[in-house]
């Protein structure tokens, strides 16, 4: 694949010669774009170096080559890595003053860019504005991490990782669709804890991996994507909101509020049944048997469907080991739900591992059946049917 990468003046710029090289070892053709005030932080010979081509930063080098029509046109994704906030508000207002944004305004492939900067100016009005344009005309703009910034600063702001910019990016390249744009989801993945003491706790054995790959399978199609995880196995996706939870009473109210925002909610977290009537707050002794009185937790998945809107897609799990098939019908149509996943968990098989079978039901019976397919295939047929009943042109 022909990639650009796009380089703006940030500190965070250092990471993105690590992203260049697990493109190129991914055997990718990458051409590197930086901006004059990217070069101040790393120099032409390491990108050089590292790309195996010339770099440039302004439309007058090798004028013969057409490099600000040619680079954009010939590109199956421009990433830029880091973005300031100046490199956006240049995109979201058109300017083409240096072969970086002008490449942008010839590119017709997929665009993402990744924001780092301090968390004042992520914050701000303006910036917003600027990723809501850019957004809005379909590309993707990843959320940037929250941690550690230049100096003593601590917020969000942060350039992802390269590592998780590079599993982002492998998403964009092999998407089946970018069908989604312009999209709101809600995703939740993992499992509640429930608990009884400060130490013990009711659970389960989900890994949030099902979850987590339709996330990153939404962001890759172009979906603004919230993912809201409970606990966890796996290393989240870059660039998407997350919001975290413990129990399933926060799950619920988190739940509930997103997704009256969302076009299309996919509810593939797995919360407990059950909680104890009342927690102890002191560690409780082993003294003998231990009598547990517990009371159900709230339907989030009814409440949702309760709330449905008729523009709206929801997706519902039902985990089985038994009688999967009729219940999972009954469940679909009890939940308010256009789609329900089976998946047969007999004997703990799918947690935590790469692969799931599953088959999706919609009012009519099956729509898909995926047998022993990676959790990543496994999202991509679960967004095939969501996006198939999304209107065509956004909320009626």
């Given amino acids: 694949m022909n990639i650009v990468l796009g380089v703006s003046g940030g500190i965070a710029a250092y990471k993105a010669c690590i992203l260049l090289r697990l493109l190129k070892e991914s055997g ?110 379909g590309n993707h703009v990843v959320e940037p991490d929250s941690g550690r910034l230049t100096g003593a600063d601590t917020g969000p702001g942060r350039l992802p990782e390269p590592e998780s910019l590079f599993a982002l990016i492998k998403g964009f390249l092999t998407s089946p669709a970018r069908d989604l744009v312009g999209r709101k989801v809600l995703v939740t993945a993992g499992g509640t804890r429930e608990p009884i003491d400060p130490v013990r706790f009711i659970g389960n054995h989900s890994s ?53 925002e969302a076009d299309a909610a996919v509810l593939a977290a797995a919360p407990a049944d059950f909680t104890p009537k009342a927690a102890s707050d002191r560690k409780l002794k082993r003294k003998g048997d231990l009598d547990l009185a517990l009371t159900s937790t709230a339907d989030i998945a009814a409440a949702v469907g309760r709330e449905k809107r008729a523009d709206q897609v929801l997706v519902v799990f039902a985990a089985e080991t038994h009688d999967g098939p009729e219940h999972a019908m009954r469940k679909r149509e009890a939940k308010g739900a256009d789609l329900v996943v089976l998946n047969d968990v007999s004997g703990g098989a799918v947690f935590g591992a790469a692969e799931n079978s599953v088959t999706v039901f919609d009012e009519r019976g099956e729509v898909d059946v995926r047998e022993h397919a990676s959790k990543e295939v496994v999202a991509d047929a679960i967004w095939d049917a969501v996006s198939a009943r999304l209107p065509l042109s956004g909320r009626d």
């Fill in 28 to 137: 990718h053709d990458v051409h590197v774009v930086p901006t004059e005030a990217a070069l101040k932080f790393v120099g032409e010979a390491t990108w050089e170096a590292l790309s195996g081509h010339r770099v440039a930063s302004g439309v007058f080098s090798d004028v013969s080559e057409v490099k600000h029509v040619r680079l954009g046109r010939q590109a199956d994704l421009v990433v830029v890595a880091p973005a300031t906030a100046d490199l956006l508000a240049r995109a979201a207002h058109g300017r083409a003053d240096d072969l970086l944004t002008t490449t942008l305004l010839t590119a017709t492939c997929p665009v993402v860019f990744a924001p780092a900067m301090h968390t004042e100016m992520w914050e701000h009005a303006a910036t917003r504005a600027n990723v809501a344009i850019l957004r809005e005309r």
């Fill in 208 to 260: 949030g991996r099902q979850g987590i790959a339709l996330a990153a399978a939404a962001a890759a199609r172009g979906a603004e994507v919230h993912l809201i995880a409970a606990h966890i196995d796996a290393p989240l996706p870059a660039g998407i909101s997350v919001e975290r939870v413990s129990t399933t009473g926060e799950l619920y109210d988190a739940t509930v509020k997103a997704a009256a």
